[in-house]
Protein backbone atom coordinates (compact mmCIF):
# COMPACT_ATOMS: atom_id res chain seq x y z
CA UNK A 1 0.00 0.00 0.00
CA UNK A 2 1.58 3.48 -0.76
CA UNK A 3 0.31 6.73 1.07
CA UNK A 4 0.56 10.22 -0.33
CA UNK A 5 -0.21 12.94 1.98
CA UNK A 6 -0.07 16.49 1.67
CA UNK A 7 -1.04 19.75 3.36
CA UNK A 8 -1.74 23.09 1.11
CA UNK A 9 -0.89 26.76 1.75
CA UNK A 10 -2.56 29.68 2.41
CA UNK A 11 -1.79 31.16 -0.77
CA UNK A 12 0.34 34.32 -1.40
CA UNK A 13 2.38 35.93 -4.28
CA UNK A 14 5.28 36.74 -2.27
CA UNK A 15 5.41 32.82 -0.65
CA UNK A 16 5.51 34.30 2.64
CA UNK A 17 2.72 32.02 4.21
CA UNK A 18 3.73 28.94 2.31
CA UNK A 19 7.53 29.15 3.76
CA UNK A 20 5.44 28.82 7.13
CA UNK A 21 3.02 25.70 6.09
CA UNK A 22 3.98 23.09 8.52
CA UNK A 23 2.04 19.65 7.73
CA UNK A 24 2.39 18.67 11.37
CA UNK A 25 -1.18 17.06 11.18
CA UNK A 26 -0.57 15.08 8.51
CA UNK A 27 2.90 14.24 10.12
CA UNK A 28 1.16 12.68 13.03
CA UNK A 29 -0.77 9.97 10.21
CA UNK A 30 3.07 9.71 8.30
CA UNK A 31 4.16 8.66 11.69
CA UNK A 32 1.49 5.95 11.94
CA UNK A 33 1.27 4.68 8.93
CA UNK A 34 5.23 3.71 9.11
CA UNK A 35 4.88 2.32 12.33
CA UNK A 36 2.54 0.03 10.60
CA UNK A 37 4.93 -1.18 8.10
CA UNK A 38 3.35 1.00 5.47
CA UNK A 39 5.23 3.47 2.70
CA UNK A 40 3.31 7.03 3.13
CA UNK A 41 4.86 9.75 2.25
CA UNK A 42 4.57 13.38 2.40
CA UNK A 43 4.25 15.60 -0.77
CA UNK A 44 7.77 16.80 -1.62
CA UNK A 45 7.97 20.54 0.23
CA UNK A 46 8.68 22.44 -2.98
CA UNK A 47 5.54 21.25 -4.54
CA UNK A 48 3.59 21.26 -1.96
CA UNK A 49 4.23 24.79 -0.67
CA UNK A 50 5.02 26.30 -4.26
CA UNK A 51 3.75 24.31 -6.87
CA UNK A 52 0.81 25.26 -9.04
CA UNK A 53 -2.04 23.26 -9.53
CA UNK A 54 -0.65 20.80 -11.83
CA UNK A 55 2.66 20.58 -10.25
CA UNK A 56 0.61 18.93 -7.54
CA UNK A 57 -1.13 16.72 -9.68
CA UNK A 58 1.66 15.42 -11.44
CA UNK A 59 3.43 14.89 -8.66
CA UNK A 60 0.55 12.59 -6.95
CA UNK A 61 -0.12 10.94 -10.04
CA UNK A 62 3.33 9.83 -10.71
CA UNK A 63 3.79 8.31 -6.64
CA UNK A 64 0.73 6.35 -8.06
CA UNK A 65 -0.29 5.93 -4.35
CA UNK A 66 -3.48 3.82 -3.13
CA UNK A 67 -4.59 6.30 -0.75
CA UNK A 68 -4.41 10.08 -0.64
CA UNK A 69 -4.91 12.05 2.45
CA UNK A 70 -5.34 15.96 2.29
CA UNK A 71 -5.29 18.25 5.53
CA UNK A 72 -8.38 20.67 5.07
CA UNK A 73 -8.40 24.50 6.35
CA UNK A 74 -10.49 26.98 4.88
CA UNK A 75 -7.84 28.39 2.62
CA UNK A 76 -7.31 25.10 1.00
CA UNK A 77 -10.20 23.41 0.75
CA UNK A 78 -11.25 24.20 -2.96
CA UNK A 79 -8.26 24.21 -4.46
CA UNK A 80 -8.02 20.63 -2.83
CA UNK A 81 -11.50 19.50 -3.98
CA UNK A 82 -10.47 20.68 -7.13
CA UNK A 83 -7.15 18.56 -7.28
CA UNK A 84 -8.80 15.72 -5.96
CA UNK A 85 -11.58 15.46 -9.14
CA UNK A 86 -8.81 15.94 -11.29
CA UNK A 87 -6.67 13.15 -9.44
CA UNK A 88 -9.76 10.78 -10.02
CA UNK A 89 -9.49 10.94 -13.70
CA UNK A 90 -6.06 9.56 -13.68
CA UNK A 91 -6.35 7.23 -10.93
CA UNK A 92 -10.03 6.49 -10.10
CA UNK A 93 -9.29 3.67 -7.72
CA UNK A 94 -7.47 5.61 -5.60
CA UNK A 95 -9.23 6.80 -2.00
CA UNK A 96 -9.07 10.33 -1.02
CA UNK A 97 -9.42 10.82 2.85
CA UNK A 98 -10.54 14.33 3.59
CA UNK A 99 -9.30 15.21 7.43
CA UNK A 100 -8.77 18.88 9.11
CA UNK A 101 -11.49 21.48 10.44
CA UNK A 102 -13.00 22.12 7.75
CA UNK A 103 -14.80 18.84 7.32
CA UNK A 104 -18.04 18.49 9.54
CA UNK A 105 -21.36 17.12 8.93
CA UNK A 106 -22.54 20.70 8.48
CA UNK A 107 -20.18 22.18 6.32
CA UNK A 108 -22.64 22.01 3.13
CA UNK A 109 -20.43 23.96 0.41
CA UNK A 110 -18.06 21.07 1.43
CA UNK A 111 -21.30 18.19 0.68
CA UNK A 112 -22.25 19.82 -2.42
CA UNK A 113 -18.79 18.12 -3.60
CA UNK A 114 -18.66 14.56 -4.14
CA UNK A 115 -14.67 14.56 -5.44
CA UNK A 116 -13.47 12.47 -2.25
CA UNK A 117 -14.31 9.39 -1.03
CA UNK A 118 -14.11 9.60 2.86
CA UNK A 119 -14.30 12.36 5.06
CA UNK A 120 -12.16 11.76 8.59
CA UNK A 121 -14.26 14.20 11.03
CA UNK A 122 -12.65 15.58 14.63
CA UNK A 123 -9.24 13.75 15.85
CA UNK A 124 -7.86 11.77 13.10
CA UNK A 125 -5.11 9.66 14.48
CA UNK A 126 -7.47 6.31 15.92
CA UNK A 127 -9.83 6.88 12.99
CA UNK A 128 -6.43 6.83 10.45
CA UNK A 129 -5.06 3.42 12.26
CA UNK A 130 -8.60 2.09 12.03
CA UNK A 131 -8.73 3.01 8.39
CA UNK A 132 -5.39 1.92 7.31
CA UNK A 133 -5.99 -1.91 8.95
CA UNK A 134 -9.27 -2.49 7.37
CA UNK A 135 -7.96 -0.97 3.48
CA UNK A 136 -9.12 -1.43 1.28
CA UNK A 137 -12.68 -1.99 3.22
CA UNK A 138 -13.95 1.26 4.52
CA UNK A 139 -14.58 0.53 8.18
CA UNK A 140 -17.84 0.57 10.24
CA UNK A 141 -16.80 3.51 12.58
CA UNK A 142 -17.85 7.21 13.83
CA UNK A 143 -16.43 9.89 12.77
CA UNK A 144 -16.55 9.11 9.12
CA UNK A 145 -18.59 11.38 6.08
CA UNK A 146 -19.15 8.17 3.97
CA UNK A 147 -20.47 8.87 0.76
CA UNK A 148 -24.28 7.03 -0.43
CA UNK A 149 -26.22 7.11 -3.34
CA UNK A 150 -28.40 9.65 -1.74
CA UNK A 151 -25.27 11.90 -0.69
CA UNK A 152 -22.87 11.94 2.17
CA UNK A 153 -23.59 10.04 5.46
CA UNK A 154 -22.16 10.70 8.85
CA UNK A 155 -21.54 8.12 10.78
CA UNK A 156 -21.81 9.77 14.33
CA UNK A 157 -19.59 11.29 16.39
CA UNK A 158 -16.00 9.52 17.46
CA UNK A 159 -15.00 9.66 21.14
CA UNK A 160 -12.61 7.28 20.65
CA UNK A 161 -9.49 9.30 20.97
CA UNK A 162 -6.23 7.67 21.16
CA UNK A 163 -4.27 8.22 24.76
CA UNK A 164 -1.56 11.02 23.65
CA UNK A 165 1.14 9.12 25.17
CA UNK A 166 0.51 6.16 22.11
CA UNK A 167 0.51 9.28 19.70
CA UNK A 168 4.08 9.46 18.20
CA UNK A 169 6.04 12.22 17.95
CA UNK A 170 6.17 13.55 14.35
CA UNK A 171 9.49 15.23 15.24
CA UNK A 172 10.92 12.41 17.47
CA UNK A 173 10.69 10.37 14.74
CA UNK A 174 11.71 11.90 11.62
CA UNK A 175 8.26 11.76 10.12
CA UNK A 176 8.37 15.64 10.26
CA UNK A 177 11.78 16.71 8.31
CA UNK A 178 11.94 20.48 9.45
CA UNK A 179 15.07 23.03 9.27
CA UNK A 180 15.17 25.95 11.18
CA UNK A 181 11.18 26.38 12.87
CA UNK A 182 9.63 23.40 15.01
CA UNK A 183 5.58 23.90 15.35
CA UNK A 184 4.73 22.09 19.13
CA UNK A 185 1.57 20.92 20.49
CA UNK A 186 2.15 19.72 24.52
CA UNK A 187 -1.61 19.80 24.89
CA UNK A 188 -4.99 18.88 22.82
CA UNK A 189 -8.36 20.84 23.64
CA UNK A 190 -9.11 23.82 25.35
CA UNK A 191 -10.32 25.39 28.38
CA UNK A 192 -12.34 28.09 26.91
CA UNK A 193 -15.80 27.50 24.87
CA UNK A 194 -15.51 30.42 22.21
CA UNK A 195 -18.37 30.19 20.34
CA UNK A 196 -16.84 31.18 17.63
CA UNK A 197 -14.06 28.51 17.33
CA UNK A 198 -14.21 24.45 16.30
CA UNK A 199 -11.32 23.29 17.25
CA UNK A 200 -12.11 22.30 21.62
CA UNK A 201 -15.73 20.39 20.17
CA UNK A 202 -13.36 17.93 19.01
CA UNK A 203 -12.63 17.31 22.76
CA UNK A 204 -14.49 16.96 25.61
CA UNK A 205 -11.76 17.96 28.06
CA UNK A 206 -7.99 18.92 28.06
CA UNK A 207 -5.34 16.66 27.43
CA UNK A 208 -1.86 16.74 28.32
CA UNK A 209 1.34 14.97 26.02
CA UNK A 210 3.73 13.77 28.32
CA UNK A 211 6.35 16.56 29.89
CA UNK A 212 8.68 14.42 28.88
CA UNK A 213 8.17 13.69 25.05
CA UNK A 214 7.76 17.78 24.47
CA UNK A 215 10.90 18.25 26.62
CA UNK A 216 12.84 15.89 24.39
CA UNK A 217 11.16 17.34 21.39
CA UNK A 218 12.19 20.93 22.34
CA UNK A 219 15.94 19.55 23.31
CA UNK A 220 16.11 17.76 20.09
CA UNK A 221 15.53 21.32 18.48
CA UNK A 222 18.22 22.65 20.82
CA UNK A 223 20.38 20.11 19.50
CA UNK A 224 19.97 20.78 15.72
CA UNK A 225 20.12 24.71 16.03
CA UNK A 226 16.53 25.40 15.47
CA UNK A 227 15.53 29.06 15.21
CA UNK A 228 12.09 29.04 16.70
CA UNK A 229 9.49 26.82 18.69
CA UNK A 230 5.73 27.74 17.99
CA UNK A 231 3.63 26.40 20.55
CA UNK A 232 0.20 25.55 18.32
CA UNK A 233 -1.61 25.14 22.35
CA UNK A 234 -4.77 27.52 22.31
CA UNK A 235 -3.82 28.45 25.67
CA UNK A 236 -0.32 27.90 26.74
CA UNK A 237 -0.29 30.07 29.93
CA UNK A 238 -3.00 27.89 30.98
CA UNK A 239 -1.19 24.84 30.99
CA UNK A 240 -2.00 22.29 34.10
CA UNK A 241 1.88 22.31 34.99
CA UNK A 242 2.79 25.41 33.59
CA UNK A 243 5.88 25.79 36.35
CA UNK A 244 7.40 22.59 36.10
CA UNK A 245 7.17 22.82 32.41
CA UNK A 246 8.81 26.49 31.91
CA UNK A 247 11.47 25.52 34.51
CA UNK A 248 12.46 22.55 32.07
CA UNK A 249 12.81 24.99 29.44
CA UNK A 250 14.69 27.08 31.11
CA UNK A 251 17.46 24.48 32.08
CA UNK A 252 17.42 23.62 27.98
CA UNK A 253 17.63 26.97 26.71
CA UNK A 254 19.94 28.41 28.93
CA UNK A 255 21.70 30.32 26.28
CA UNK A 256 18.04 31.47 24.69
CA UNK A 257 19.35 30.07 21.37
CA UNK A 258 15.64 28.79 20.78
CA UNK A 259 12.93 31.76 20.55
CA UNK A 260 9.45 30.42 21.43
CA UNK A 261 6.24 32.00 20.61
CA UNK A 262 2.64 30.70 21.73
CA UNK A 263 -0.90 32.11 22.12
CA UNK A 264 -1.99 33.08 26.14
CA UNK A 265 -4.49 34.65 27.83
CA UNK A 266 -2.60 36.37 30.38
CA UNK A 267 -5.36 37.68 32.81
CA UNK A 268 -4.06 35.22 35.19
CA UNK A 269 -0.15 35.42 35.32
CA UNK A 270 1.61 36.35 38.14
CA UNK A 271 5.35 38.27 37.90
CA UNK A 272 6.94 34.81 39.33
CA UNK A 273 5.53 32.80 36.19
CA UNK A 274 6.14 35.74 33.94
CA UNK A 275 9.89 35.71 34.64
CA UNK A 276 10.11 31.95 33.77
CA UNK A 277 8.64 32.70 30.69
CA UNK A 278 10.70 35.69 29.82
CA UNK A 279 13.73 33.21 31.14
CA UNK A 280 12.57 30.18 29.03
CA UNK A 281 13.33 32.23 25.66
CA UNK A 282 9.53 33.13 25.14
CA UNK A 283 10.12 36.81 22.43
CA UNK A 284 6.22 36.66 21.28
CA UNK A 285 2.75 36.14 22.86
CA UNK A 286 -0.60 36.32 21.20
CA UNK A 287 -3.94 37.21 23.44
CA UNK A 288 -7.44 37.03 21.83
CA UNK A 289 -8.98 39.71 23.48
CA UNK A 290 -11.47 40.13 20.62
CA UNK A 291 -13.58 43.15 21.70
CA UNK A 292 -14.15 44.74 25.17
CA UNK A 293 -17.88 44.76 25.22
CA UNK A 294 -19.23 42.87 27.91
CA UNK A 295 -22.54 42.03 25.28
CA UNK A 296 -20.72 40.78 23.05
CA UNK A 297 -17.72 39.01 25.28
CA UNK A 298 -20.84 37.05 27.16
CA UNK A 299 -22.27 35.69 23.92
CA UNK A 300 -18.80 33.91 22.34
CA UNK A 301 -17.60 32.71 26.43
CA UNK A 302 -14.97 35.33 26.36
CA UNK A 303 -13.62 36.74 29.92
CA UNK A 304 -12.21 40.06 30.22
CA UNK A 305 -10.97 41.64 33.33
CA UNK A 306 -9.10 45.25 31.75
CA UNK A 307 -7.08 45.39 35.45
CA UNK A 308 -5.66 41.67 35.43
CA UNK A 309 -5.43 42.28 31.83
CA UNK A 310 -3.20 45.20 31.80
CA UNK A 311 -1.09 44.02 34.81
CA UNK A 312 -0.34 40.64 32.85
CA UNK A 313 0.69 42.55 29.81
CA UNK A 314 2.52 44.91 32.22
CA UNK A 315 4.45 41.50 33.42
CA UNK A 316 5.63 40.48 30.26
CA UNK A 317 6.40 43.43 28.52
CA UNK A 318 8.57 44.11 31.81
CA UNK A 319 10.47 41.01 30.92
CA UNK A 320 11.07 42.19 27.28
CA UNK A 321 8.22 39.97 25.45
CA UNK A 322 6.31 41.12 22.59
CA UNK A 323 2.55 41.07 23.09
CA UNK A 324 -0.05 40.82 19.86
CA UNK A 325 -3.20 41.47 21.17
CA UNK A 326 -6.22 40.67 18.01
CA UNK A 327 -9.86 41.84 17.81
CA UNK A 328 -12.26 40.35 16.15
CA UNK A 329 -14.71 42.55 13.88
CA UNK A 330 -18.51 41.15 13.11
CA UNK A 331 -19.12 39.53 16.75
CA UNK A 332 -22.30 39.70 17.67
CA UNK A 333 -23.46 43.20 19.86
CA UNK A 334 -20.46 44.87 18.62
CA UNK A 335 -21.14 47.84 16.71
CA UNK A 336 -18.59 50.11 14.50
CA UNK A 337 -18.41 52.09 17.43
CA UNK A 338 -17.47 49.25 20.33
CA UNK A 339 -14.77 48.31 17.38
CA UNK A 340 -12.92 51.67 17.52
CA UNK A 341 -13.82 52.08 21.45
CA UNK A 342 -11.56 48.57 21.29
CA UNK A 343 -8.43 49.87 19.24
CA UNK A 344 -8.93 53.05 21.20
CA UNK A 345 -8.68 51.73 24.58
CA UNK A 346 -5.69 48.98 23.41
CA UNK A 347 -3.82 52.26 21.99
CA UNK A 348 -4.52 54.31 25.02
CA UNK A 349 -3.13 51.64 28.20
CA UNK A 350 -0.62 51.07 25.45
CA UNK A 351 -1.39 47.18 26.18
CA UNK A 352 0.41 45.70 23.08
CA UNK A 353 3.54 45.84 20.89
CA UNK A 354 1.20 44.70 17.71
CA UNK A 355 -2.45 44.89 17.74
CA UNK A 356 -4.44 42.99 14.75
CA UNK A 357 -7.89 42.93 13.56
CA UNK A 358 -9.64 39.77 12.06
CA UNK A 359 -12.84 39.96 10.29
CA UNK A 360 -15.17 36.88 11.72
CA UNK A 361 -15.33 33.83 10.00
CA UNK A 362 -18.58 32.02 10.32
CA UNK A 363 -16.88 28.74 10.78
CA UNK A 364 -19.49 25.58 10.35
CA UNK A 365 -20.41 23.66 13.21
CA UNK A 366 -19.55 26.14 16.00
CA UNK A 367 -21.95 27.94 18.03
CA UNK A 368 -22.10 30.75 16.18
CA UNK A 369 -23.05 29.12 13.02
CA UNK A 370 -25.75 26.82 14.67
CA UNK A 371 -27.25 30.24 16.27
CA UNK A 372 -26.85 32.23 13.26
CA UNK A 373 -30.37 32.59 12.54
CA UNK A 374 -31.58 33.30 16.17
CA UNK A 375 -28.37 36.24 16.31
CA UNK A 376 -28.98 37.92 12.65
CA UNK A 377 -25.81 36.87 11.25
CA UNK A 378 -25.00 36.55 8.05
CA UNK A 379 -22.18 34.84 6.19
CA UNK A 380 -20.34 33.90 3.03
CA UNK A 381 -21.59 30.51 1.87
CA UNK A 382 -18.12 29.58 0.78
CA UNK A 383 -14.85 30.11 1.80
CA UNK A 384 -13.43 32.15 3.69
CA UNK A 385 -17.28 32.81 5.60
CA UNK A 386 -16.81 36.16 6.33
CA UNK A 387 -19.39 37.10 8.37
CA UNK A 388 -21.29 40.39 6.09
CA UNK A 389 -23.94 41.16 8.13
CA UNK A 390 -25.28 41.22 12.03
CA UNK A 391 -27.84 42.75 14.24
CA UNK A 392 -25.95 46.16 14.68
CA UNK A 393 -23.23 46.05 11.54
CA UNK A 394 -23.66 46.06 7.74
CA UNK A 395 -21.34 45.00 5.46
CA UNK A 396 -19.92 49.01 4.85
CA UNK A 397 -19.51 49.30 8.93
CA UNK A 398 -17.15 45.69 8.54
CA UNK A 399 -15.18 47.38 6.05
CA UNK A 400 -15.12 50.68 7.85
CA UNK A 401 -13.78 49.34 10.82
CA UNK A 402 -10.61 48.14 9.14
CA UNK A 403 -10.20 51.78 7.71
CA UNK A 404 -10.15 53.09 11.23
CA UNK A 405 -7.66 50.82 12.27
CA UNK A 406 -5.57 51.65 9.31
CA UNK A 407 -6.07 55.58 10.43
CA UNK A 408 -5.18 54.48 14.08
CA UNK A 409 -2.03 52.24 13.39
CA UNK A 410 -0.81 54.34 10.25
CA UNK A 411 -0.07 51.70 8.32
CA UNK A 412 -1.49 49.30 5.75
CA UNK A 413 -3.81 46.29 7.78
CA UNK A 414 -3.49 43.78 4.52
CA UNK A 415 -0.64 45.11 1.95
CA UNK A 416 -0.64 43.25 -1.41
CA UNK A 417 2.45 41.05 -1.78
CA UNK A 418 5.30 41.72 -4.21
CA UNK A 419 5.41 39.01 -6.75
CA UNK A 420 8.20 36.94 -5.89
CA UNK A 421 8.98 37.42 -10.05
CA UNK A 422 9.41 41.19 -9.75
CA UNK A 423 11.14 41.53 -6.07
CA UNK A 424 14.57 42.67 -6.45
CA UNK A 425 14.96 41.68 -2.97
CA UNK A 426 14.70 37.97 -3.63
CA UNK A 427 17.83 36.70 -4.83
CA UNK A 428 18.18 32.67 -3.50
CA UNK A 429 15.00 31.19 -4.68
CA UNK A 430 16.82 27.65 -4.46
CA UNK A 431 14.04 26.57 -2.48
CA UNK A 432 11.72 26.39 -5.50
CA UNK A 433 13.96 23.36 -6.96
CA UNK A 434 13.78 24.74 -10.67
CA UNK A 435 9.77 25.67 -10.87
CA UNK A 436 9.43 28.24 -13.02
CA UNK A 437 8.17 31.50 -11.38
CA UNK A 438 8.33 33.75 -14.28
CA UNK A 439 7.50 33.14 -17.96
CA UNK A 440 8.80 35.82 -20.37
CA UNK A 441 5.93 36.56 -23.64
CA UNK A 442 8.77 38.10 -25.52
CA UNK A 443 7.70 36.63 -28.83
CA UNK A 444 5.59 33.79 -30.17
CA UNK A 445 7.42 31.21 -29.91
CA UNK A 446 7.72 31.72 -25.88
CA UNK A 447 4.30 31.78 -25.64
CA UNK A 448 3.39 28.31 -26.52
CA UNK A 449 6.36 26.83 -24.03
CA UNK A 450 5.14 26.89 -20.81
CA UNK A 451 5.63 23.52 -19.19
CA UNK A 452 1.88 23.47 -16.97
CA UNK A 453 3.70 20.89 -14.98
CA UNK A 454 6.54 22.67 -13.65
CA UNK A 455 5.67 26.66 -12.49
CA UNK A 456 5.12 27.98 -8.78
CA UNK A 457 1.25 28.94 -8.10
CA UNK A 458 2.19 32.59 -7.88
CA UNK A 459 3.92 33.26 -11.23
CA UNK A 460 4.84 36.43 -13.47
CA UNK A 461 4.62 36.35 -16.99
CA UNK A 462 6.15 39.29 -18.90
CA UNK A 463 4.88 41.04 -22.30
CA UNK A 464 6.27 43.36 -24.40
CA UNK A 465 4.09 45.67 -25.58
CA UNK A 466 4.13 44.36 -29.03
CA UNK A 467 2.90 40.87 -27.73
CA UNK A 468 0.24 42.47 -25.07
CA UNK A 469 -1.12 44.43 -28.34
CA UNK A 470 -1.61 40.87 -30.30
CA UNK A 471 -4.12 39.30 -27.98
CA UNK A 472 -5.05 36.78 -30.30
CA UNK A 473 -1.03 35.37 -29.84
CA UNK A 474 -1.34 34.90 -26.11
CA UNK A 475 -4.97 34.80 -24.63
CA UNK A 476 -6.06 31.10 -25.79
CA UNK A 477 -2.45 30.07 -24.02
CA UNK A 478 -3.34 31.98 -21.09
CA UNK A 479 -6.88 30.84 -20.32
CA UNK A 480 -5.58 27.18 -21.09
CA UNK A 481 -3.50 27.97 -17.94
CA UNK A 482 -5.61 29.41 -15.86
CA UNK A 483 -7.98 26.30 -16.97
CA UNK A 484 -5.85 24.11 -15.74
CA UNK A 485 -4.08 25.70 -12.79
CA UNK A 486 -7.81 27.95 -11.79
CA UNK A 487 -5.71 28.32 -7.95
CA UNK A 488 -2.69 30.35 -9.09
CA UNK A 489 -1.59 33.61 -8.57
CA UNK A 490 -0.70 35.58 -11.57
CA UNK A 491 1.21 38.25 -11.99
CA UNK A 492 1.78 40.47 -15.59
CA UNK A 493 4.63 42.75 -16.03
CA UNK A 494 3.81 45.10 -19.03
CA UNK A 495 6.30 48.08 -20.41
CA UNK A 496 5.65 51.59 -19.48
CA UNK A 497 4.86 52.98 -22.77
CA UNK A 498 0.71 51.45 -22.90
CA UNK A 499 -2.32 52.75 -21.70
CA UNK A 500 -5.35 51.52 -19.58
CA UNK A 501 -7.15 50.40 -22.55
CA UNK A 502 -4.00 47.91 -23.82
CA UNK A 503 -4.87 45.83 -20.58
CA UNK A 504 -9.03 45.70 -21.03
CA UNK A 505 -8.27 41.74 -22.25
CA UNK A 506 -6.32 41.36 -19.51
CA UNK A 507 -8.49 42.32 -16.99
CA UNK A 508 -11.63 40.67 -18.85
CA UNK A 509 -9.64 37.55 -17.99
CA UNK A 510 -9.15 38.35 -14.34
CA UNK A 511 -13.33 39.10 -14.11
CA UNK A 512 -13.97 35.55 -15.24
CA UNK A 513 -11.94 34.02 -11.91
CA UNK A 514 -13.02 32.53 -8.76
CA UNK A 515 -9.98 32.62 -5.65
CA UNK A 516 -10.64 32.88 -2.34
CA UNK A 517 -8.20 35.70 -2.35
CA UNK A 518 -10.57 37.77 -3.76
CA UNK A 519 -13.40 37.22 -1.63
CA UNK A 520 -11.93 39.76 1.28
CA UNK A 521 -14.09 43.08 1.07
CA UNK A 522 -11.92 43.88 4.56
CA UNK A 523 -9.03 44.54 2.95
CA UNK A 524 -8.73 48.55 2.59
CA UNK A 525 -8.09 48.62 -1.32
CA UNK A 526 -8.42 46.52 -4.13
CA UNK A 527 -10.30 43.12 -3.13
CA UNK A 528 -8.88 41.97 -6.75
CA UNK A 529 -5.69 40.26 -5.91
CA UNK A 530 -5.54 36.87 -7.44
CA UNK A 531 -4.64 38.60 -11.03
CA UNK A 532 -2.42 41.69 -10.94
CA UNK A 533 -0.69 43.94 -13.62
CA UNK A 534 2.30 45.80 -12.79
CA UNK A 535 4.95 47.89 -14.42
CA UNK A 536 8.75 48.17 -13.50
CA UNK A 537 10.36 51.52 -14.70
CA UNK A 538 12.85 54.29 -13.40
CA UNK A 539 13.03 52.44 -10.27
CA UNK A 540 9.26 52.22 -9.34
CA UNK A 541 7.30 49.17 -9.28
CA UNK A 542 3.50 49.77 -9.61
CA UNK A 543 0.50 47.90 -9.90
CA UNK A 544 -1.74 49.06 -12.18
CA UNK A 545 -5.95 49.40 -10.80
CA UNK A 546 -8.45 46.89 -11.57
CA UNK A 547 -11.31 48.53 -13.50
CA UNK A 548 -13.51 46.91 -11.18
CA UNK A 549 -12.26 49.12 -8.22
CA UNK A 550 -14.50 52.03 -10.11
CA UNK A 551 -17.51 50.08 -9.00
CA UNK A 552 -18.60 48.70 -5.73
CA UNK A 553 -18.29 44.87 -4.70
CA UNK A 554 -21.88 43.04 -4.51
CA UNK A 555 -21.68 40.29 -1.89
CA UNK A 556 -23.36 36.97 -1.72
CA UNK A 557 -26.20 38.72 0.47
CA UNK A 558 -26.31 41.28 -2.18
CA UNK A 559 -25.31 44.21 -0.08
CA UNK A 560 -22.33 46.49 -1.79
CA UNK A 561 -19.01 47.42 -0.49
CA UNK A 562 -16.96 50.60 -1.87
CA UNK A 563 -13.50 51.01 -2.95
CA UNK A 564 -11.11 53.76 -3.94
CA UNK A 565 -9.34 53.16 -7.11
CA UNK A 566 -5.40 53.28 -6.04
CA UNK A 567 -2.36 52.71 -8.05
CA UNK A 568 -0.03 51.63 -5.37
CA UNK A 569 3.56 52.38 -5.91
CA UNK A 570 7.28 50.63 -4.28
CA UNK A 571 9.44 53.10 -4.71
CA UNK A 572 12.89 53.75 -2.24
CA UNK A 573 12.03 57.28 -1.88
CA UNK A 574 8.95 59.76 -2.41
CA UNK A 575 6.63 59.46 -5.33
CA UNK A 576 7.86 61.61 -8.52
CA UNK A 577 6.36 64.51 -10.15
CA UNK A 578 6.46 62.89 -13.43
CA UNK A 579 4.66 59.91 -12.45
CA UNK A 580 1.71 61.34 -10.87
CA UNK A 581 1.16 63.14 -14.30
CA UNK A 582 1.91 60.20 -16.09
CA UNK A 583 -1.03 58.33 -14.41
CA UNK A 584 -3.39 61.17 -14.78
CA UNK A 585 -2.87 61.65 -18.13
CA UNK A 586 -4.07 58.00 -18.75
CA UNK A 587 -7.16 58.12 -16.95
CA UNK A 588 -10.11 60.35 -17.28
CA UNK A 589 -10.99 59.12 -13.47
CA UNK A 590 -7.49 59.04 -12.08
CA UNK A 591 -6.85 56.61 -9.49
CA UNK A 592 -5.37 57.33 -6.15
CA UNK A 593 -1.74 57.29 -6.17
CA UNK A 594 -0.22 56.05 -2.66
CA UNK A 595 3.06 54.70 -1.41
CA UNK A 596 2.94 50.77 -2.05
CA UNK A 597 3.49 49.62 1.57
CA UNK A 598 5.55 45.91 1.22
CA UNK A 599 4.91 43.35 3.83
CA UNK A 600 8.09 42.48 5.56
CA UNK A 601 9.35 39.31 5.72
Not at 181 to 210: D, M, Q, T
Not at 256 to 281: V, W
Not at 400 to 429: N, T, V, W
Amino acid sequence: MKIILLQLPIQGHDFFFSHENIPLAISYLKAIANQMGLEAEILPTHIMNYGSDQSIIRSIIDFKPDIIGMSCYMWNLERNLFIAREIKKHLPQATIILGGPEITPENGFLLNHSDFDIGVVGEGEWIWNVILQSYPEIPKIPGLLIKEEKGWYFTGVNTSLMDLNEVPSPFLTDALNLKGILWLESVRGCINRCAYCYYHKNYPRLRIFSLERVVKEIQKAWDRNFEEIIFLDPCFDRHPKLKFFLERMVEINVDKKLKFYAEGELQDIDSSIAKLIGRAGFVELEVGLQSINKEALKIIHRRFNPDRFIKGIRLLQKEGIEVMVDLIVGLPKDTLYDIVRGIEWIIENEVYDYLMLYPLSLIHSTELHQKAVELGLKAMPYPPYFVTKTQNLNAEEIHQAFIEYEKYMGEEISPIEMPIGLDKRKKDLSFLCGLDYSIDFGNPKDIEAINLNKTTYSLTIKMSREILRMPERWIGTLKGYLEKNPFSLISIEVPSDIYPEDLATLFDLARGRSHIIDRDYTVTHTPYRSFLIFTKDKGLIWKWPDPREWTSVELSDGQKVSFTPVCTVATDEEIPDWFIGYIQGRYKNPPQIRLWQLAED
